[in-house]
């Protein structure tokens, strides 16, 4: 199946400054890409969706200034969390979808620790 | 109520069948999916099904589908350890753009040797 990236696996941060996440589809073009928050033992929440060249659509409740969502190119979404908090430590996991729309094909996740 | 919905855990002996059920709300799903999540890791996608098959089957996987009562299942044929994880059921929903797919809160399998 395809294959979709996520850098870092893991990050840790001080409160306050910001984190950038990448997303890559690796063999395929992605037309849109999620991004969604997991907390420990529950479902994934989906955070936002972003089509190439043009405005991510946030979920209601999330913050947009927040959480910088960019998709420049067809293969590559970034999500920045911006003065970084201790509760927004989560796992964040991006999935990709490409032509064949029935399919979503996600990330390893980034889990990441806001100290 | 939730968009979709899952009984949390269940549990079973390594060889039995595992069914993990799931309730939708959206009569429009088009596709309705089976994911699994290791522990620490991203979600693989099992197995999918379009609204209008009721029943696919593919090795030890078998899914059923109620779009009446917009039930789903997922059955997993002798239950190894490996099977041990958290499934998700989930649904696409239209949103501007395209669609999105919302999860359940996920099963959580448990296989006991």
């Known amino acids: 199946g395809a294959v979709v990236s996520q850098h870092p696996s893991w990050v840790i941060c001080k409160s306050g400054t910001s984190v950038k996440i990448e997303c890559r589809s690796l063999d395929f073009q992605a037309t849109t890409m999620f991004w969604y928050r997991q907390f420990p033992k529950q479902s994934l929440m989906l955070m936002a969706t972003s089509n190439e060249g043009s405005k991510a659509t946030y979920e209601q409740g999330v913050e947009k200034d927040k959480f910088l969502i960019n998709h420049a190119s067809l293969t590559l979404s970034t999500l920045t969390v911006t003065s970084a908090h201790p509760e927004d430590s989560s796992f964040y996991i991006c999935s990709a979808r490409g032509l064949a729309k029935e399919t979503q094909y996600f990330g390893p996740g980034t889990r990441l620790l806001v100290l | 109520g939730e968009d979709v919905e899952q009984s949390l855990f269940l549990s079973v002996r390594e060889g039995d069948s595992s069914v993990i059920n799931c309730t939708y709300t959206?009569?429009?799903?088009?596709?309705l999916y089976w994911y699994k999540q290791e522990p620490g890791a991203g979600l693989q996608l099992l197995t999918y099904?379009?609204?209008?098959?009721d029943m696919k089957q593919d090795q030890r996987l078998t899914v059923l589908l109620n779009k009446k009562d917009k039930h789903l299942s997922l059955r997993i044929a002798d239950t190894q350890t490996g099977d041990s994880a958290i499934y998700f059921c989930?649904?696409?929903?239209?949103?501007?753009?395209?669609?999105?797919?919302?999860f359940g809160a996920g099963t959580r399998l448990f296989v006991k040797a």
């Open positions: 099904i379009f609204s209008n098959m």
């Open positions: 959206d009569s429009s799903s088009t596709y």
């Open positions: 989930a649904e696409n929903k239209g949103n501007t753009g395209g669609f999105k797919t919302i």
